[in-house]
């Protein structure tokens, strides 16, 4: 079965340092999505993605954090200055479409952990 | 705004016996409903879901889910727990009449824990 993939699997950098968390969505898949969950919390949206610019994005999803489809294939969410509180896991979803009825596909994440 | 919550922070249960776990939502529209699970370092797994039609649906490993709209709920169950499903639960929400199409509001998880 088509996964999403996503890498590196872990990830730390030093506060202030800009980091590139990379994503493989499924291949026939056009929507694209950024999640995370800080350690004991929830899982919380931060944004999706289609048509090679931002449909919606979450307060969390600030002038740090962008998205960038490069390619065909890649999907990457850039921290430009990471700070503590950026530590979480991340995990990139793709779906087939927008329609309600196509659940979201995740990935295994990237644990980003910021010293 | 559009809300999950999962009451039951863990759930126990023995092997063979029926698990429950509990989700109830708030939407202002129309929900689409949705279960995953999150087995220890990999991400989420989608179970089953809830767009319209028959209130119980039925997705992977044996897994359903009862849709109740007068209480808001979406209880997945599965009649006879496998020491395998200990694992995290999560319910999910979309608003599908708003503009909001691609955020899923997810519960905070429920640990279920299967005992031999």
């Known amino acids: 079965e088509p996964e999403v993939t996503q890498t590196p699997s872990h990830q730390v950098t030093q506060m202030g340092q800009e980091v590139i968390l990379r994503c493989v969505p499924i291949?026939?898949?056009?929507?694209f999505y950024w999640y995370r969950q800080i350690l004991g919390q929830k899982v919380e949206f931060l944004v999706s993605?289609?048509?090679?610019?931002?449909?919606?994005k979450s307060e969390i999803f600030d002038d740090q954090f962008s998205v960038e489809r490069p390619d065909g294939s890649n999907f990457t969410l850039k921290i430009r200055s990471t700070k503590l509180e950026d530590s979480a896991m991340y995990f990139c979803?793709?779906?087939?479409?927008?329609?309600?009825?196509?659940?979201?596909?995740f990935g295994d994440g990237t644990r980003l952990s910021i010293l | 705004a559009q809300s999950v919550a999962q009451p039951e922070d863990q759930v126990n249960v023995a092997e063979g016996n029926p698990l429950t776990v509990k989700c109830t939502y708030s939407v202002s529209g129309n929900p689409y409903l949705f279960w995953y699970v999150q087995y220890p370092n990999r991400g989420l797994q989608f179970l089953l879901k809830y767009i319209t039609g028959d209130n119980l649906v039925k997705g992977s490993y044996g897994f359903e889910a009862e849709f109740n709209k007068s209480q808001t709920s979406f209880h997945l169950k599965k009649p006879s727990a496998l020491v395998s499903d200990s694992a995290l639960y999560f319910c999910a929400v979309r608003d599908v009449t708003t503009d909001s199409w691609g955020k899923l509001q997810f519960g905070a998880g429920t640990q279920v824990v299967v005992t031999p």
């Open positions: 979803a793709s779906s087939v479409s927008r329609g309600g009825n196509q659940p979201q596909h």
């Open positions: 291949s026939n898949h056009l929507y």
């Open positions: 993605f289609y048509n090679n610019e931002i449909s919606e």
